[in-house]
């Protein structure tokens, strides 16, 4: 389901075909890290900060939902032997 018109779709994917790879690149890593400092501020300004520290609150905000929970504990454990 979309609410685009086929129009604006199309020129939206002309427009990114028209962009080299590399700069398709610089232009995803710096979304990522807009997103990093978002989530970072967000955490920051929690009503309790993260009792694991900054790396765990952000690596669990940023991809936590997407593992299991074996493979979450897992990174969590990296991440606090790591720091």
Known sequence: M???PKAVETRYAEALSSI???RRIEMACSMFSTAKALALAGIRTG???HE???RVALFLR???R???GETRASVVAHLE???
């Open 66 to 68: 997407d593992l299991t």
């Open 20 to 22: 080299s790879p590399a």
């Open 47 to 49: 009503a309790r900060p």
């Open 2 to 4: 979309t609410d685009t």
């Open 52 to 54: 694991d520290g900054e």
């Open 81 to 83: 032997r790591a720091a």
């Open 62 to 64: 940023l991809y936590g």
